[in-house]
């Protein structure tokens, strides 16, 4: 008796925990006044300054242009990578290979971008590229981490996928190539969909690595996000965190209706 209702209590308070400061921050950001604290009626008038403030708008396009490249450029090497260690068997360093795939996930963030700003030095003075810290390099680490998110919701898809499909493809004369693109590439799309929108989020929020990565005239939206809460949170902040959640929360959820449409179809 006491089990049925403890479980959903402590549920409760830990959603109550996890989802009250996200619901709050909603609320103030279509608060009239000017202090985030106190109540003042209901407005919009700080999304009307969010849309007309030219560094929010330069670090939010700078933001998603990279997120989407990174998750692009992500997905063809975690796709890559995932079919490697699902489909080639046993190879010799494919241990190597898939600790390199995954290490990414339980790497401190702090490790991963000073390793990759040393990297970059060290690039920019044997090679000469690339030529100081931008996009490009933040692309570059973006890509570097969200690769192994991806290799790992497309290596679980192909663990589910039944392989006598694609062994009847082969035996009936198909080559490797073709039977990838027109057999195993299709049904792995909502993973790839998934993939593609879990690393365009991780992306788009990543403040830790871009900050060791970036130079100037290259802030992304969280490093300005990030500038503007040190010096205290006015109310425009508010509003773009509410614009970020909604981006986020709708990404989350076509993830996870492609998830479940292609768990629909294909049961096992």
């Known amino acids: 008796m006491r089990r049925g209702w403890f479980l959903p209590v402590v549920a409760v308070l830990g959603f109550v925990f996890l989802y009250a400061p996200i619901l709050s921050l909603i609320v103030f950001s279509f608060n009239e006044s000017r202090l985030v604290t106190v109540w003042g009626g209901f407005s919009t008038r700080w999304y009307g300054q969010l849309f007309r403030d030219p560094q929010i708008l330069g670090a939010a396009w700078i933001s998603l242009r990279v997120a989407f490249i990174s998750a692009s450029i992500a997905v063809v090497l975690g796709t890559l990578a995932a079919y490697v260690l699902m489909r080639f068997g046993r190879f010799r360093s494919r241990a190597l290979l898939t ?49 192994a998110f991806v290799a790992v919701v497309v290596q679980s898809r192909l663990a589910g996928m039944d392989q006598s499909v694609e062994e009847a493809a082969m035996d009936l004369g198909a080559h490797p190539v073709r039977v990838f693109f027109d057999i195993t590439l299709p049904i792995i799309a909502p993973a790839l969909v998934a993939g593609w929108l879990l690393a365009f989020t991780l992306s788009l929020d990543d403040l830790v690595i871009a900050s060791f990565v970036t130079g100037p005239g290259a802030s992304t939206l969280p490093m300005v996000i990030f500038s503007k809460v040190r010096l205290g949170v006015s109310p425009d902040v508010n509003a773009l965190a509410t614009i970020i959640i909604a981006i986020v929360a709708l990404g989350v959820g076509i993830a996870m209706w492609q998830l479940r449409r292609s768990t629909h179809r294909d049961p096992e």
């Open 99 to 147: 600790g390199m795939a995954t290490a990414p996930l339980v790497m401190p963030e702090v490790i991963t971008g000073l390793s990759m700003l040393l990297l970059f030095v060290a690039m920019e003075q044997l090679l000469g590229w690339p030529a100081g810290r931008g996009e490009t390099t933040i692309i570059i680490a973006h890509v570097t981490f969200c690769m």
